[in-house]
């Protein structure tokens, strides 16, 4: 199946997942303009109000930039929404995404077929996290476009299952668009993600350590200091389980290794988010990739270094 035209004529085939709290218009303008799709939680923009801010930041810059540049246009942005039943401005999000025309809507921890609907109601496609084949199919189902397998290693919400295993059991029955997460942090594993079936990778915990992501000088180090061994599996912080970086489990006063269960009925995305959310801002979310990671740098540099090492691992396959 052909990939659908937002997804097409990325100068990487990637796109940069949208991180929780640390996203923000400056980063995903500096994606775009480096060529991958570019993303954020709408729940980053907080009051309410301010995601309709962000949205006209984001689409002014890209067409000032395309007009300069016509021909080296951005790459389309993308906004996640969270469709678990305790987000109470989902709404609010969907009329701002369908109001700006979003090109490109991540869905995550649930598949409504109307939310679907809105998009495609305004030329926009879909894509939905899954972290198994259930849920895969289900959201297929519900009208998602794509699907986002999240793989064992991928940061924050992740599954359980090796990306191989993962992407050979969806790739059994589904033929549409497929991205890859988990571990991505290098050309070469983009090149691999394509390989084992995927149309795109799906990257996230990298861009932490960039100049533009709004994370803390510490979380950005601890990006470049840490290692796949520094990541913890837990459901302790939002009741799904996660992949999150050590040290801030230990800065918090935990032990990382005796952290008790979470519980998912607690799980809260609302307006104001829940005080155990906010009790849990400090702990990092991070996949197991971050060795490659070895200093901060801008987002656009990290795309142009993910550039050059796929075009060098193609060169070299091909020898």
């Known amino acids: 199946m052909a990939l659908p035209a937002q997804l097409q004529n990325l100068r990487l085939p990637a796109v940069a997942a ?27 923009a907080r009051p309410a ?13 890209l067409d000032r930039h395309n007009q300069a540049n016509p021909d080296n246009p951005a790459a389309p942005w993308a906004v996640n929404q969270i469709v678990h039943r305790s ?13 700006y025309k979003a090109p490109i809507t991540i869905t995550s921890l649930g598949a409504r077929a109307e939310l679907n609907d809105a998009m495609h109601s305004v030329g926009g496609i879909t894509l939905h996290d899954v972290i198994d084949d259930r849920f895969a199919r289900k959201a297929v189902e519900k009208g998602a476009d794509g699907l986002i397998a999240v793989a064992w290693g991928a940061g924050g919400h992740a599954g359980r299952l090796s990306p191989f295993a993962l992407m050979n059991v969806i790739r059994e029955w589904y033929d549409g668009p497929l991205l890859l997460s988990g571990s991505i942090a290098s050309g070469g594993a983009i090149l691999a993600a394509q390989a084992m079936g995927a149309d795109l990778a799906y990257i996230g915990s990298p861009f932490i350590a ?7 000088d510490e979380h950005k180090q601890g990006i470049v200091d840490g290692g796949g061994e520094d990541i913890v599996y837990s459901s302790l912080f939002t009741g799904v389980h996660g992949n999150y970086l050590r040290q801030s489990i230990v800065n918090a006063g935990m032990d990382p290794d005796n952290l008790p269960d979470g519980d998912v009925s607690k799980m809260s995305f609302g307006s104001g988010g829940s005080e155990k959310s906010k009790a849990w801002k400090d702990i990092w979310g991070c996949g197991q990739g971050i060795d490659k990671v070895k200093s901060v740098q801008g987002a656009g540099d990290l795309v142009a270094q993910y550039i050059a090492e796929y075009e060098a691992m193609q060169k070299k396959l091909a020898a």
């Open 210 to 216: 960039t100049h533009e992501a709004r994370a803390t």
């Open 49 to 61: 109000e301010q995601v309709e801010a962000w949205m006209k930041e984001i689409t002014e810059e």
């Open 87 to 99: 987000n109470d401005r989902l709404m609010h999000d969907i009329e701002m995404a369908m109001k």
């Open 18 to 44: 949208p991180l929780f709290i640390i996203s923000n218009p400056k980063l995903v303008i500096a994606q775009c303009k480096a060529g991958i799709v570019g993303s954020f939680p709408c729940l980053n």
